[in-house]
């Protein structure tokens, strides 16, 4: 037999079973289907063994993610499973690349399994909202014991080819050619004499007390909160040692069938190809190819242009920090050092690694030093004046095809880039804090930014490890502008007499990773306030800023200086409500005529995640998204937004449009507020019969 994407071969009598199906080797149902016919025709050729490998550059990398929300077809991947695992001679699974998922299921019903070195093994099912629906809780721990097998399944995080060795879930490391190497060791099996082996029959190893599984359905009730499938992991994990392998997969499986189908799932699923899709920049032409970047600079060395000199560094791309004076650059250089310190303090890396990073960075005084310099990001202080400066200086000694970045939160990069005698090659790359660590980089495509700019910019920024999202100019592009209205309503909220402790506790208990005041605290409150004051706007001018100016002025600006919308405790940092401030609200509330009320969480909720969706809708009527989905790409990777909500976006799309007007409406009518006047593309899709996603 043989389809499009699975090739059947007998050779010296073993049946050789490749699966050819790019880019990841996923099983759709063509797949399964193909395995299938291939046993059965090794059965038919009485075959003495079956090698089950994978073409091109991976392992099976898990089911088709694309095929879940849609019917059904069979065979399920657990039919497919079961008859890997009843084959009545010996199964030897070949890995390389990744084995994931489904693809890792099908690896654990066969019954040998090798891989080549720098193979990934893992069972990310829960990153995807999802736990194995294919025997992966029952089969794992049957090879690698329960508490190994609870780490990988709840954290989805692989283990490389060689722990899989050491834990019992690979028999052998092979070298070369998958095939090859997999027909060398099943000639090897043979004549050993090596019986078929399911893992299904054998014991769970080294079960664990009870308490220990009472301990991990603390943790995963408070690291996972508002989560389905860890909780369900734990159960199946645990379940594992006592249940028949039948049994134990047909609970998994009822399991399975209730996660695949719940919302949060749908959510991370959007999350996983949204994640994907933010590269593809609608508009340029395929034959535009990225410039090769051999040489970075970055303008400033303070805490955000060190974090993200130590990008470059650690992907291996060489770069210079430029400062103004001696004693700043050493300051600069010095804290990248601190900052490695701290990674190696906890384990992220090893001494020789930082090392290396270290020694891909330079620094200098003179801007003549970074004349070769492939890109340039300047990270200088937020002020268009001191920005201007900076880029007529580069222009005057960069290379003329020297791409030229601003790492501007808010700032007008056409108005930057004019300053310039080449506006096509000035770009936005406006970081996230720490800019290091977070993911999320919105590149900005300024009137004039060029095509190849753009293509090399972003392919750079997956070099870094960065996710990036093209987005257009506008103040504060695409997350700060949509914070803007989120942050608002937190504030008038506190006005109408919500308290900050209800108003965060809401937010996060909603899965937002903190309310809205913490942060403001964490922050700083002085950040917004300087920059209200750079925009010309009186201090205490504005109803939704009275309190944070007021709390300014009073020298509170949050965490760092022990006090801000709460009081910090100064030992242990622990925050504690402050009645000051509640009665501060009060008397501003009094000032600006608003009679104080009870405020339901769940209107908190509603008018924080209202005014995102509201505000990502303009965003993306206007162009200044290419699509819904980049807007959640945004909010989910820079602003804590919970992934399994999917983004503000995805979440409308959720709540129903016509639902989400409805609640609008009823606020524009309770709060008079012009803000809850719905963004036109709302009506647009209802009445094209549309959702949001109908736009990715
Ligand atoms: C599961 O297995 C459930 C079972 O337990 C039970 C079932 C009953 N399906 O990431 P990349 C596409 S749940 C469909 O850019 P990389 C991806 O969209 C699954 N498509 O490459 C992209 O398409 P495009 C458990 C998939 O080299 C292209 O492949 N498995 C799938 O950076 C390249 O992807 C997982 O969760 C898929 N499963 O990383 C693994 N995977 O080019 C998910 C990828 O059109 N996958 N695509 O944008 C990954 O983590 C990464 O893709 C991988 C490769 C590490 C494999």
Known sequence: MDNSVVKYQLQDHVAVITIDNPPVNALSHAVRQG????????????????????????????????????????????????????????????????????????????????????????????????????????RLPRLVGIKAAMDMILSGNPVSAERALELGLIDALVEGNPEAAGLGFVQQLLKDGAPPRPTGEQPVQEVPEPAYFEKERLRVASRFRGQLSPAYIVELVEKSATLPIAEGQAL?????????????????RHVFFA??????????????????????????????????????????????????????????????????????????????????????????????????????????????????????????????????????????????AA????????????????????????????????????VTFMKLAKTIGKIPVLVGVCHGFV??????????????????????????????NWGMAMGPLAVGDLAGLDIGYRSRRDQGIESRSQMETALPDTLVEMERLGQKSGAGYYRYDPDTRKRMADSEVIELTRSLAKK???????????????????????????????????????????????????????????????????KLLEKMRALREQTGDPCWEPAPLFSRLIKEEKTLASLN
């Not at 990744?98 to 399994?113: D, I, M, P, Q, S």
């Not at 303008?299 to 004693?327: D, H």
């Not at 804090?433 to 700019?453: F, G, H, I, Q, W």
Request: one cysteine or more; hydrophobic letters at 40%.
């Open 35 to 138: 395995i299938v016919d291939a046993l059965e025709a090794a059965t038919g050729d009485e075959a003495k063994a079956v090698v089950i490998v994978c073409a091109g550059k991976t392992f099976i990398a898990g089911a088709d993610i694309k095929e879940f929300g849609k019917p059904p077809q069979p065979p399920g991947l657990p039919d497919v499973i079961e008859r890997i695992e009843s084959q009545n001679v010996p199964v030897l699974a070949v890995l390389h690349g990744n084995a994931l998922g489904g693809g890792l299921e099908v690896a654990l019903a066969a019954h040998y399994r090798c891989a080549l070195p720098g193979t990934n093994l893992g069972l990310p099912e829960v990153k995807l909202g999802l736990l194995p629906g294919a025997g992966g809780t029952q």
């Open 252 to 268: 998994e499986r009822e399991r399975f069938i209730e996660c695949r189908n719940s919302p949060q799932s749908a959510a991370l």
């Open 592 to 658: 600006w005529d608003i009679t104080q009320r009870e405020i339901s969480d769940e209107e908190i909720i509603d008018r924080l995640s209202l005014a995102l969706a509201n505000e990502g809708a303009a965003i993306v009527d206007e162009g200044i998204a290419s699509r819904p989905s980049d807007v959640d790409v945004v909010y989910l990777n820079g602003y804590g937004f919970p992934k399994w909500r999917g983004g503000p976006l995805f979440y409308a799309d959720t709540l129903g449009l016509e």
């Open 479 to 508: 997350g700060n502008r949509m914070l803007k209205g989120y942050a608002r309503q937190a504030q008038l909220l506190l006005l109408e007499g919500a308290t900050p402790e209800q108003v965060d506790n809401a937010m996060q």
């Open 275 to 416: 994640e994907r899709a933010t590269g593809k920049v609608p508009g340029i032409a395929p034959d535009v190819v990225a410039r090769p970047v051999a040489q970075v600079a970055v303008i400033g060395a303070g805490t955000m242009g060190g974090g993200i000199a130590m990008n470059f560094a650690q992907a291996g791309v060489p770069v210079t920090l430029v400062e103004t004076g001696q004693e700043a650059l050493d300051r600069g250089l010095g804290l990248v050092r601190k900052n490695y310190e701290t990674s190696q303090k906890r384990g992220r890396f090893t001494p020789q690694q930082i090392d290396g990073f270290l020694s891909n960075i330079s620094g200098t005084t003179d801007y003549a030093d970074i004349s070769t310099a492939d890109v340039v990001v300047e990270a200088v202080f937020e002020n268009m004046a001191v920005k201007k400066e900076v880029f007529a200086k580069l222009d005057a000694v960069c290379k003329p095809d020297c791409i030229l970045a601003t790492n501007t939160s808010y700032l007008d990069i056409n108005e930057i």
């Open 419 to 454: 300053t310039t005698g080449r506006p096509e090659q000035v770009i936005g790359a406006h970081f996230f804090s720490p800019a290091n660590v977070m993911k999320l980089l919105e590149v900005v495509r300024a009137d004039k930014t060029a095509d190849d700019v753009i």
